[in-house]
């Protein structure tokens, strides 16, 4: 319902455009023919929208060009009913000939629009003839509107025909750097929650240019574009592109569907000539199937063949065959909305008289049974073809799987089955898959003849049944499940909270077990560690007797698991003392008491009590690979002051330093195997603690850096009730050997070859 005003406006337009396009037919027409003067005068001046207009009191029939007919006998100059000559003068009579049949329509149209139309019929017809050599007819190449139409292909805001000068060419790669003239490189930023467009991120560096041999995605006016190129064919000229080419390309440009993937345009240069539509960021329906990361219910697999039926709905209704559908011609964009491309392409093969390359036989699987039995290079498409097509896409959707993928056959065969029944061969869904509705319309979809199969109006119609009459939309499919999910998140962030604090408590405990918790707290705060001096602490060193003849003759894994035996029997027992793990070097061991935490006069019976329980379980410790010779260790007590500080930022280690370290690794390297080797300021501080420690007095040792000092051996404690191992009897040198004894070793190497003659006997 329009305003009287703008009614008026209407009528004044056709009348400006008629005399313009009259003017322009008058000096076009040089060879006058004998047609009817409406169909010359209307033919290209008025718009689609008054090409039929017709009421039951006002017709005006409009005679298409394609109508146009040769007059069946020449006209002469005397048989004219009314003619045009070529003086001013004369041109000018049919024009104001025209001008009250002109006048007589505007009142009509007029009075129509108004709704008090005065005339019933109107009916106008000028003979328009010429004499000359030029043979009567209709020409289209002369008509304006063809011209226009060619010219707008290549020209103005609406060009289809898109060149090098428009686009640029990208190589978008996940975590790749490839350029383009610009030197820069393109990547594709996620945009999965988000549902935008993919976006363009820029970073220097030395890049590869993309082109149009080597590239498919091109940028065009500011957004991503993709190209479908056809087989290498001469194309010709821009310019000579016949009509019928051109009628393709505006009926693909005119097609407009949420589920039509939008023709953009079409690229020609360089000898190439492609298909430009929208870029769709998850690409295929293919990809998406095949790529298991993404989660599919039903809901989502149902929404999609939903957007493929409306797709293909539309398609047939434009009377477009597709003919080449199939899952890779599905694309999906950022919003899971699928779209149909690919349509068109082989009307512009034909339009274009290109030879089509033969499809592979696995390209063949979409492909109807009666098309797949007509001969070569002449299998048409079908609106039946696109539903067999449908029904294949179906089954890929339901099982996640290529076509026919639940047979055991190769493509070629199967093509040979589907060209040769009976029997009818099509695949097979699991009912588990899919609602029995579905796999019955499936079915009905595939059926072999194809006057049997329903349309895609029907489809749709039965498709809505499936979820009575609900919209099945992917967005209220995502909205549902995070209603589930938020159901059960306050669940879900505590399970979280509650198992990053076990890993957590993991973590500080093994941090605690290479530092100090004291110190472990401050640099966990971001605090530095000042070195702090201790007045009195014990310390305690401890190696194996005779460790690198046990090394030379063992395998390094040997050596190692003879350590983490060792050490870990170690561990467990300096556990159950108030003492303090410095570290590990070789087959050195070394422990403190006093630090980090002061214990008073305590840490030398910490020390010392340690000592008994670990030379107690070192005499019943045996070795994997060599458990007849036994594991002799030594030990140094030490007591003094030390200055402890973490030292390092790579791997921080808590170290002690002073006199008092050196001096008790000298008690331990001076030691006697199976022995406690313990300083004097040791012993004194046990003897004022009074807790019953036995001590024998060893002599004067040579202490390097210390001279001779007067030094004591721990053989046991009051209430001590663990045996200790026997220390080997002294030599008559009054010295005790430090390695493994000669008979050890001959023992040994001949148990070590018998296994090695065993091991090798066939």
Same mark, same amino acid.
């Given at each position: 319902?329009?305003?009287?005003?703008?009614?008026?406006?209407?009528?004044?337009?056709?009348?400006?455009?008629?005399?313009?396009?009259?003017?322009?037919?008058?000096?076009?027409?040089?060879?006058?023919?004998?047609?009817?003067?409406?169909?010359?005068?209307?033919?290209?001046?008025?718009?689609?929208?008054?090409?039929?207009?017709?009421?039951?009191?006002?017709?005006?029939? @409009?005679?298409?060009?394609?109508?146009?007919?040769?007059?069946?006998?020449?006209? /002469?100059?005397?048989?004219?009913?009314?003619?045009?000559?070529?003086?001013?003068?004369?041109?000018?009579?049919?024009?104001?000939?025209?001008?009250?049949?002109?006048?007589?329509?505007?009142?009509?149209?007029?009075?129509?629009?108004?709704?008090?139309?005065?005339?019933?019929?109107?009916?106008?017809?000028? &003979?328009?003839?010429?004499?000359?050599?030029?043979?009567?007819?209709?020409?289209?190449?002369?008509?304006?509107?063809?011209?226009?139409?060619?010219?707008?292909?290549?020209?103005?805001?609406?060009?289809?025909?898109?060149?090098?000068?428009?686009?640029?060419?990208?190589?978008?790669?996940?975590?790749?750097?490839?350029?383009?003239?610009?030197?820069?490189?393109?990547?594709?930023?996620?945009?999965?929650?988000?549902?935008?467009?993919?976006?363009?991120?820029?970073?220097?560096?030395?890049?590869?240019?993309?082109?149009?041999?080597?590239?498919?995605?091109?940028?065009?006016?500011?957004?991503?574009?993709?190209?479908?190129?056809?087989?290498?064919?001469?194309?010709?000229?821009?310019?000579?592109?016949?009509?019928?080419?051109?009628?393709?390309? &505006?009926?693909?440009?005119?097609?407009?569907?949420?589920?039509?993937?939008?023709?953009?345009?079409?690229?020609?240069?360089?000898?190439?000539?492609?298909?430009? /539509?929208?870029?769709?960021?998850?690409?295929?329906?293919?990809?998406?199937?095949?790529?298991?990361?993404?989660?599919?219910?039903?809901?989502?697999?149902?929404?999609?063949?939903?957007?493929?039926?409306?797709?293909?709905?539309?398609? @047939? @209704?434009?009377?477009?065959? @597709?003919? =080449?559908?199939?899952?890779?011609?599905?694309?999906?964009?950022?919003?899971?909305?699928?779209?149909?491309?690919?349509?068109?392409?082989?009307?512009?093969? #034909? /339009?274009?008289?290109?030879?089509?390359?033969?499809?592979?036989?696995?390209?063949?699987?979409?492909?109807?049974?009666?098309?797949?039995?007509?001969?070569?290079?002449?299998?048409?498409?079908?609106?039946?073809?696109?539903?067999?097509?449908?029904?294949?896409?179906?089954?890929?959707?339901?099982?996640?799987?290529?076509?026919?993928?639940?047979?055991?056959?190769?493509?070629?065969?199967?093509?040979?089955?589907?060209?040769?029944?009976?029997?009818?061969?099509?695949?097979?869904?699991?009912?588990?898959?899919?609602?029995?509705?579905?796999?019955?319309?499936?079915?009905?979809?595939?059926?072999?003849?194809?006057?049997?199969?329903?349309?895609?109006?029907?489809?749709?119609?039965?498709?809505?049944?499936?979820?009575?009459?609900?919209?099945?939309?992917?967005?209220?499919?995502?909205?549902?499940?995070?209603?589930?999910?938020?159901?059960?998140? &306050?669940?879900?962030?505590?399970? =979280?909270? &509650? #198992?990053?604090?076990?890993?957590?408590?993991?973590?500080?405990?093994?941090?605690?077990? $290479?530092?100090?918790?004291?110190?472990?707290?401050?640099?966990?705060?971001?605090?530095?560690?000042?070195?702090?001096?201790?007045?009195?602490?014990?310390?305690?060193?401890?190696?194996?007797?005779?460790?690198?003849?046990?090394?030379?003759?063992?395998?390094?894994?040997?050596?190692?698991?003879?350590?983490?035996?060792?050490?870990?029997?170690?561990?467990?027992?300096?556990?159950?003392?108030?003492?303090?793990?410095?570290?590990?070097?070789?087959?050195?061991? $070394?422990?403190?008491?006093?630090?980090?935490?002061?214990?008073? $006069? =305590?840490?030398?019976?910490?020390?010392?009590? $340690?000592?008994?329980?670990?030379?107690?379980?070192?005499?019943?410790?045996?070795? =994997?690979?060599?458990?007849?010779?036994?594991?002799?260790?030594?030990?140094?007590?030490?007591?003094?002051?030390?200055?402890?500080?973490?030292?390092?930022?790579?791997?921080?280690?808590?170290?002690?330093?002073?006199?008092?370290?050196?001096?008790?690794?000298?008690? #331990?390297?001076?030691?006697?195997?199976?022995?406690?080797?313990?300083?004097?300021?040791?012993?004194?501080i046990l003897r004022t603690l009074g807790e019953g420690y036995e001590v024998e007095l060893r002599g004067r040792t040579e202490l390097k850096g210390r001279g001779t000092e007067e030094t004591f051996w721990l053989v046991g404690k009051k209430g001590f009730t663990k045996p200790l191992p026997v220390p080997p009897p002294v030599g008559k040198d009054g010295q005790v050997g430090h390695g493994l004894q000669p008979v050890e070793i001959a023992a040994f190497q001949r148990r070590k070859a018998e296994k090695q003659l065993v091991?090798?006997?066939?």
């Amino acid at each position: 319902a329009y305003s009287p005003a703008v009614y008026y406006w209407i009528c004044l337009l056709y009348k400006v455009h008629f005399f313009f396009f009259l003017y322009i037919k008058l000096q076009a027409h040089n060879s006058l023919v004998n047609i009817d003067f409406w169909e010359v005068i209307f033919q290209d001046c008025l718009p689609p929208i008054c090409a039929t207009f017709s009421t039951g009191r006002v017709s005006y029939k @409009h005679f298409p060009p394609q109508t146009c007919k040769e007059p069946s006998h020449p006209k /002469t100059k005397d048989s004219l009913n009314s003619s045009f000559l070529s003086t001013p003068k004369q041109i000018a009579a049919p024009f104001y000939k025209a001008l009250p049949c002109f006048v007589i329509l505007m009142m009509i149209m007029h009075d129509y629009f108004y709704g008090c139309a005065c005339l019933k019929t109107i009916h106008c017809t000028y &003979e328009i003839d010429k004499l000359g050599t030029r043979h009567p007819g209709f020409k289209p190449q002369l008509c304006l509107r063809h011209r226009i139409n060619k010219i707008q292909l290549i020209k103005g805001p609406n060009r289809i025909l898109l060149t090098l000068e428009d686009v640029t060419f990208i190589n978008p790669h996940f975590g790749s750097k490839r350029g383009s003239r610009a030197s820069v490189s393109f990547q594709i930023m996620s945009e999965v929650q988000s549902g935008r467009s993919p976006r363009l991120s820029f970073s220097s560096g030395s890049l590869t240019p993309a082109t149009c041999e080597n590239s498919n995605i091109a940028i065009y006016e500011g957004d991503w574009v993709w190209l479908k190129k056809f087989p290498s064919g001469n194309f010709g000229d821009i310019k000579s592109i016949e009509s019928s080419a051109s009628d393709i390309f &505006e009926m693909m440009k005119d097609l407009r569907h949420e589920n039509i993937n939008p023709l953009v345009g079409f690229f020609y240069d360089s000898g190439m000539f492609a298909i430009v /539509t929208e870029f769709c960021s998850r690409r295929s329906l293919e990809d998406i199937l095949m790529n298991q990361d993404v989660k599919l219910d039903w809901m989502f697999k149902s929404s999609l063949l939903l957007d493929l039926i409306k797709g293909m709905k539309y398609l @047939h @209704h434009r009377e477009f065959a @597709h003919g =080449r559908l199939k899952s890779r011609n599905c694309v999906v964009d950022g919003r899971f909305v699928l779209k149909v491309t690919d349509y068109g392409f082989n009307d512009i093969l #034909e /339009t274009l008289r290109l030879s089509q390359e033969e499809p592979s036989v696995e390209e063949l699987l979409w492909t109807a049974p009666e098309l797949l039995r007509a001969p070569r290079g002449s299998r048409l498409r079908s609106f039946a073809g696109d539903v067999y097509s449908f029904a294949i896409i179906m089954q890929e959707v339901m099982v996640r799987g290529t076509p026919f993928c639940m047979m055991d056959l190769p493509a070629k065969e199967i093509i040979e089955r589907l060209k040769k029944p009976p029997p009818v061969y099509r695949p097979v869904v699991p009912p588990e898959h899919a609602p029995s509705e579905c796999l019955q319309l499936m079915k009905q979809c595939w059926a072999e003849a194809a006057e049997q199969r329903p349309t895609f109006d029907e489809i749709f119609n039965q498709f809505k049944t499936f979820n009575k009459g609900k919209k099945t939309n992917i967005i209220d499919s995502m909205l549902r499940m995070l209603e589930q999910y938020s159901s059960n998140l &306050e669940d879900l962030i505590q399970e =979280r909270t &509650e #198992e990053l604090e076990i890993e957590k408590q993991k973590t500080e405990k093994l941090l605690t077990q $290479m530092l100090p918790p004291s110190v472990a707290e401050s640099l966990k705060k971001g605090c530095t560690v000042e070195p702090e001096g201790f007045d009195l602490v014990t310390l305690y060193f401890s190696d194996i007797v005779g460790f690198t003849t046990i090394s030379a003759m063992s395998e390094p894994i040997e050596v190692v698991d003879l350590l983490n035996d060792l050490y870990t029997l170690f561990d467990a027992i300096i556990g159950s003392h108030d003492v303090y793990k410095v570290e590990t070097i070789g087959d050195a061991y $070394m422990v403190a008491s006093g630090l980090p935490k002061r214990n008073g $006069m =305590r840490h030398a019976a910490e020390i010392a009590n $340690m000592s008994l329980d670990i030379l107690s379980s070192v005499g019943t410790f045996k070795m =994997r690979h060599m458990p007849e010779v036994p594991v002799r260790i030594r030990i140094g007590l030490h007591s003094g002051p030390v200055v402890a500080g973490v030292v390092g930022l790579t791997m921080p280690r808590y170290c002690l330093f002073g006199d008092t370290v050196n001096t008790a690794s000298r008690m #331990e390297s001076t030691g006697l195997p199976y022995r406690i080797h313990v300083s004097h300021s040791t012993v004194t501080i046990l003897r004022t603690l009074g807790e019953g420690y036995e001590v024998e007095l060893r002599g004067r040792t040579e202490l390097k850096g210390r001279g001779t000092e007067e030094t004591f051996w721990l053989v046991g404690k009051k209430g001590f009730t663990k045996p200790l191992p026997v220390p080997p009897p002294v030599g008559k040198d009054g010295q005790v050997g430090h390695g493994l004894q000669p008979v050890e070793i001959a023992a040994f190497q001949r148990r070590k070859a018998e296994k090695q003659l065993v091991r090798n006997k066939p």
